[in-house]
Each structure stands twice: as structure tokens, then as C-alpha cells.
């Protein structure tokens, strides 16, 4: 290496810190990243990989019309001239363009097999082929007219289109995903018919808001149809904003058969779910018996999607069925909306959509401007040749003599009828047969309806609403088209109101008998067993709960923390062992004990604190969702909670510690979700030690010695206002004082 090589070389490096280099490309990166690969721009609606596709197709001629040419010739054209990137990435982009299933509104009509919507892959390029649709010619319409700028290719060797002309609504017709760095794009396809006269209503009122377009557009409408069950409200706030989302639901229908038996139709699946997948889903769901309420799936689809779900039990209503179905699998799908898109200044947006609407109508307005401009450019090239050729016609045997006998004969005829260079080229390459077809009168009504058009152009684009009366009449005669072939797939409709409890359809219903020892360990046992049966437990362990439930059943706990703790049935420990403890299955402190363990059978519960102090609280509101409970008594200082009973009946009875009983009105005690309460019984020592709520008429009732049951119907002794003292209990009332 010469000295001279190495100064060159040494003044080209730069200092830098690792850092800021690193930096500066991942920008790099990134940026070409969101602008040249995973963002569709606003106007157009594609990509450039897809861009470059239809381009390339109409390079080839692959018009609707024309014959059909291997995939593998365009995608080689393709990467050859237009996309420096891998065939497959390439043949990939054009399948999914090619997919009924996959658009709404396919751009490339494919000859073979292209995939299908079970999630097979389509075949290699070499044994299929395409052409164009006519939404594809749509979107190109114009593209020779100088209707979109045109930008040299990677090697510079040709030219290919920024956008195109997109006389086709197509982000939104066809929708859009990406995922770009730091951001990405998820766009529904829509239905053209609903869009076309959204977008008629925005030429007359382009400060239409959102509210008034939704009466156009009732919401996406995917190619795979379905069902679209997201509320209204959401609808509107997704599209006023530009992110949200639509809940899908499979379509489906009950079929009946012979002897009042029935089975479940699914005819149409969400969007982007793969049939085999969701088919395959279903089937561990079902071996794995967390599907109890189905028999049996069976995929009998031919041409038509067809899946059938055989119930368990004729008994069963379908609509459950169905809802739990959808809360357990693909058969409802959430399908996002981000209207992040490349505005027609190339930067990432997020555009909602009225904005989205605009963008493509005023693109159309620019094509169409550039359009004009393009043909008032050759009207006048024309017009220019028109007028050599009448005087040709008016001076046909000099022009022929000039041709004949000049040595300069194109300088001959500029001088001596004062021709333009242009207009003398025309001339002499005029064949000499079309000269005797020159006829002075057809020569004038062309120039005439020239001029005529010309002057409807200068008119047209000086004047702004002639220019929306034309593209009107563009997306009237587009919605002509698709109104005759074209109808709405997706289905809009509210998810019905279906109140139940999954859990009792999800698990077998099955009689359990739960046992609770004092120590906190649990287990349930098959059939309801007699409740004085002795069980075994644990050295130092002994009985504290036991109580009849099914499987289907949730349990709450009620702890001395004021904390309800919900427990599923199904979930506990069976066997004849001494079970496992509470500790496994939810956050209990080890000093805290339980109070009260008792099916969630919708009562209202009332609950009480050693302070005198309680409430009562609905039973869902009750319920917890996790493990660290759900706090609904508060309790102040060393304060315990010692009671919760259901509240069956009218009144109120409470007994201390000091065995002073206080009966009162249930209608004194509010109903709250969480809190303090209000005092029900004061007292100087010793607290609160049970409470009951019974049926005045029926008298109140405790468990006495020896297993004997003690009614009271006189209860005027002890009968008071909430807050009060009480006074000493009946002869007989157990020690230490409990109801039950």
C-alpha cells in the first residue's frame, strides 16, 4: 500500500464513541424500517413490496383480461428490477394478495394453489399462476398519465411509481398489518359499497364528524364474515381515535335431527384463524375434559366451511353452549385497529376515520389534476400537428414538390409556411397513402372537439368543485360496480345477554361434601355424607367445617381479617387423605382463623366484628378473583371479625360475650360492598360473639345440649333498637354463647 493510499485512508476515518454510532444506524434503520417496509401509506394503501408487485404485473401485461404467467416470472422481475429482497419474502406478499380468505378485495387473481384457510402453504412459485384483478387495474388506473411521481430503482437502472394513482379505496377496503420498530399498523378490511358513500358524504361535508360516517360504515367487514358483536360505543371511540378494536364471533346455527336431538353449525370463523388450528384446539380441550358440555367435533367442510359441535346432553341450551365456547377458544377473536399509516408527506400517523377518508379523496384529487394537466399537454402537442396537417392539405402539391426536388426539405417547408419543427417532423413522417386520406372537414372537427375538451380542462381546474362533481361520479360508478357483485359478509349484531356461571358448565356436576378442619386443612369427598359422620384428621388437628356442595359450586371463606377468600369446588383435594392446606390455594395468614366456610349460593351475607359492629354485603359482591382475597369488613385497632351468617329472614339477633342478647329489625342494617358498618350491640366488656338473622313469625332457634333444638317465639324481652345493650338470654342458651 502506497503513503498516498494510507493519508487518504486515514483522513476518511472519524473519531466516535461506539455508542453514537450505534445509535445513528439503528436510526437509520429503523426509519427505513417504518417508511420502506411495514407502514402503508394513507393514499394507496400498500406497501412497497406490494406496490412494486402490481407494478411489475403490469409491466408484464398481466391485465384481468389477458392470460395468466408463472408466479415464479413475476417474482423474478420483481427482485430483479424493483425489491432487492428474498424470493419467498416476495412470492410470500403476492400469495396473501391472491387469498379469498385473506382479502376482502383480492389484487392478484392466482391460477393454482395458493393456500388455503386451514393454514396449508401454497406452492412454490414454479407451479402456480397470475394475473391481475380488476381492483389491481383500479389502483393503476392512470399511472401512464403522469397521474404519481416516478423514482429511479435500487440500481438506477429503470423507474418504478412513489404510490399509486388508486382510483380504489383500498387501505380500508383491504386494511393493513405491519410491524415496524417502536411502532406498527393493524387495519380491518372494510366493505367498498359502505366506504364509497362515506366518502360521497365527505366530498359534500368534509367536516363530517364520526357519528354521521357510521351511518355509513357499519364496521369492518372481513372476508372470513362472522359476526360483529362490539358495542357501539367502542365502535365509535376506535374510530374517532384511530386504535381500539372488534370483538368477532363465529357464525353459527343449531341444525336439529331426528328424536329432539341437535347439533351446532359453525359456517363461518373469525378473521385470521386458521380452521385446523382452531379444530385442533378444540379437540385437547375436549380429550383434556374441559369441554364437558361437548360430545364431539367433527370438521365436515368441503368447498363450504362447515364444523359441527355435538352436545353432550339435548338438554343443554345452545346459546350457553355457544358463549362458553367463545370465552374459551378462537371462535371469538379480538382484532385490533391501528390506523398508524405514512401520510402524504411520508411520516408515520395514527389518522382516525374521517382522516383516512380525506387523505385518499384528496390524492384522488391530485391525480386527477395531474391527469388533466398530462392531457391538456398532449391536446396541445396534437392540436400543434392538427394545424401542420391542414396546411398540408391546403397546399398538398408544393408541400410534395418541396419533399421531391429540396435538398433541405424540412428547412424549406419551416421557411415557407412558417412550420414548427415538430409540426414539419409529423409531416414527413407521413406515410404517402395517408396523404390522400387527409380531408380538410375531418381534420377541423378534430381540432374543433380538441378545443372544445382543452377548454373543459382549463375549466375543470380552475374550478375546485367541478373537480369533486368528477371524482363523485368516479366512486358512484365504482359502488355500480360492487353493488351488483358485492354484498356485506360480516354480520353486525349485539352479543346476547346470557347470565351464567362458566364454572358450572365448564366442570361436571358432581355431589361433593367439604371438609375443613381447624388447622386449616381441606378436602372434598365424593357424595353428600352425613354431616355428623366422624372424619379423620390430622395428630392435634380436629373438625371445623363441613358442608354439602357440588362441583359447580364456589366457596367462600370468611376469615377473622374481615377478608372473604373464594374457593372453586372443582379445584379441591379429593380423597379420603386429610387433604391440603388452605395455605396452597390462598394468601391466608397463619395467624388468622377462619370464621365461617359456606356456599356462594347468591344471599346476602351478614357480617359481623368483636367491636358490635357489621353490615351486610351481596354474595358476588363478595367474591375475589385472587388469591389475596377480597376485603369487605374494615376492622379498627386489635378489632377481630367473628360472625357471617346468610340473611334469611326479617330479623336481627345478637349476643355478646357477656351474654347479654339484643333482638332487632333486619331493615336497621345497611347493605354496603365494603366498610366499617354500624353498631348493633354495645358493650362494656368482652365484645361481640354471634349474630343470626331468622324469621320473626318462626321464632328464633339455637342448638342446645345434647344436640336439642330451643325455639323462642316471645322475643318482646330482648326485642330493641340497633346499638342497644341487650339483656341476658333465656334459660338454657349454650355457654359460650352461639346460635348454632
Given amino acids: 500500500m502506497t503513503d498516498d493510499v494510507k493519508t487518504n485512508l486515514s483522513e476518511q476515518i472519524v473519531d466516535t464513541s461506539f455508542s453514537s454510532a450505534l445509535s445513528e444506524r439503528y436510526l437509520a434503520y429503523a426509519l427505513s424500517t417504518i417508511t420502506s417496509r411495514s407502514l402503508p401509506d394513507v393514499r394507496d394503501g400498500l406497501k412497497p413490496v406490494h406496490r412494486r408487485l402490481l407494478y411489475a404485473m403490469r409491466e408484464l401485461k398481466l391485465d384481468p383480461g389477458q392470460g395468466f404467467k408463472k408466479s415464479a416470472r413475476v417474482v423474478g422481475d420483481v427482485m430483479g428490477k424493483f425489491h432487492p429482497h428474498g424470493d419467498a419474502a416476495i412470492y410470500d406478499a403476492m400469495v396473501r394478495l391472491a387469498q379469498e380468505f385473506a382479502m376482502r378485495y383480492r389484487l392478484v387473481d392466482g391460477q393454482g394453489n395458493f393456500g388455503n384457510i386451514d393454514g396449508d402453504n401454497a406452492a412454490a412459485m414454479r407451479y402456480t399462476e397470475a394475473r391481475m384483478t380488476e381492483v389491481a387495474r383500479l389502483l393503476l388506473d392512470g399511472i401512464d398519465e403522469n397521474a404519481v411521481d416516478f423514482r429511479s430503482t435500487y440500481d438506477g437502472e429503470s423507474e418504478e411509481p412513489l404510490l399509486l394513482p388508486a382510483g380504489f379505496p383500498n387501505l380500508l377496503a383491504n386494511g393493513a398489518q405491519g410491524i ?5 399498523t393493524s387495519i380491518p378490511p372494510h366493505n367498498v359499497i359502505e366506504l364509497a358513500d362515506a366518502s360521497l358524504h365527505l366530498i359534500k361535508y368534509p367536516n363530517a364528524s364520526v357519528d354521521t360516517l357510521l351511518k355509513y360504515i357499519k364496521g369492518p367487514d372481513f372476508p372470513t364474515g362472522g359476526v360483529l358483536v362490539e358495542p357501539q360505543d367502542s365502535i365509535r371511540e376506535a374510530y374517532s381515535t384511530g386504535r381500539g378494536g372488534f370483538r368477532v364471533r363465529a357464525k353459527w346455527s343449531v341444525e336439529k335431527e331426528k328424536g329432539g336431538a341437535w347439533q351446532i353449525i359453525v359456517t363461518e370463523i373469525p378473521y385470521q384463524v386458521q380452521k385446523s388450528r382452531l379444530i385442533e384446539r378444540l379437540a385437547e380441550m375436549l380429550q383434556a375434559k374441559k369441554l364437558p358440555f361437548l360430545a364431539d367435533i367433527r370438521d365436515e367442510s368441503a368447498e363450504d366451511l362447515r364444523i359441527v359441535l355435538e352436545p353432550r346432553s339435548r338438554r343443554l341450551e345452545a346459546e350457553v353452549l355457544m358463549e362458553s365456547l367463545f370465552k374459551l377458544s378462537d371462535l371469538e377473536t379480538r382484532i385490533p385497529l391501528n390506523l398508524n399509516v405514512l401520510d402524504a408527506n411520508g411520516r408515520p400517523e395514527v389518522l382516525d376515520l374521517r382522516g383516512t377518508l380525506n387523505a385518499w379523496l384528496a390524492h384522488r384529487r391530485v391525480v386527477l389534476q395531474r391527469r388533466s394537466r398530462f392531457r391538456l399537454d398532449k391536446i396541445a402537442s396534437r392540436l400543434e400537428v392538427l394545424e401542420g396537417y391542414l396546411i398540408v392539405y391546403l397546399n398538398l402539391d408544393e408541400v410534395i414538390a418541396i419533399i421531391r426536388e429540396a435538398d433541405n426539405p424540412r428547412k424549406q417547408l419551416m421557411s415557407r409556411f412558417e412550420l414548427m419543427e415538430t409540426q414539419v417532423n409529423s409531416i414527413l413522417d407521413m406515410r404517402l397513402r395517408s396523404l390522400r386520406r387527409l380531408e380538410e372537414m375531418s381534420l377541423r372537427t378534430e381540432r374543433e372537439n380538441l378545443i372544445a375538451e382543452q377548454k373543459g380542462l382549463d375549466q375543470l381546474l380552475c374550478d375546485a368543485g367541478l373537480q369533486w362533481e368528477i371524482i363523485s361520479n368516479e366512486i358512484k360508478n365504482l359502488k355500480s360496480i360492487f353493488t351488483k357483485i358485492d354484498k356485506r359478509l360480516t354480520e353486525c349484531a349485539d352479543a346476547p345477554k346470557i347470565n351464567f356461571d362458566p364454572n358450572k358448565i365448564l366442570v361436571e356436576r358432581e355431589a361433593i361434601t367439604i371438609i375443613c378442619s381447624v388447622k386449616g386443612w381441606i378436602r372434598a369427598m365424593k357424595g353428600h355424607l352425613e354431616l355428623d359422620t366422624e372424619f379423620k384428621f390430622k395428630d392435634g388437628d380436629g373438625p371445623g367445617f363441613v358442608l354439602h356442595a357440588e362441583t359447580t359450586d364456589r366457596i367462600l371463606l370468611f376469615a377473622e381479617n374481615g377478608r372473604f377468600y373464594t374457593l372453586i369446588a372443582d379445584k379441591l383435594p379429593r380423597g379420603r387423605g386429610f387433604g391440603e392446606p388452605l395455605s396452597l390455594m390462598i394468601d391466608l395468614p397463619a395467624d388468622v382463623n377462619i370464621v365461617r366456610l359456606l356456599r356462594a349460593n347468591g344471599k346476602k351475607l351478614l357480617v359481623a366484628a368483636s367491636t358490635g359492629h357489621g353490615l351486610i354485603v351481596e354474595t358476588e359482591a363478595a367474591l375475589a378473583q385472587t388469591r389475596s382475597g377480597k376485603q369487605v369488613l374494615n376492622l379498627p385497632g386489635d378489632a377481630r ?42 358493650f362494656k366488656d368482652g365484645g361481640l360473639a354471634d349474630v343470626t338473622v331468622f324469621e320473626s313469625s318462626n321464632g328464633l332457634a339455637w342448638q342446645a345440649g345434647g344436640g336439642r333444638n330451643r325455639t323462642v317465639t316471645d322475643l318482646k324481652p330482648w326485642t330493641g333498637r340497633r346499638g342497644g345493650a341487650g339483656k341476658l338470654p333465656p334459660i338454657g342458651f349454650p355457654r359460650p354463647a352461639r346460635f348454632n
Fill in 641 to 682: 371479625a367473628v360472625a357471617c351468617c346468610p340473611v334469611e329472614g326479617d330479623t336481627v339477633a345478637s349476643v355478646g360475650v357477656n351474654r347479654k342478647m339484643l333482638v332487632f329489625g333486619l331493615d336497621e342494617m345497611p347493605e354496603m360492598t365494603r366498610g366499617r358498618g354500624v353498631i348493633m350491640q354495645r
Fill in 180 to 184: 415496524a420498530v417502536g411502532m406498527a
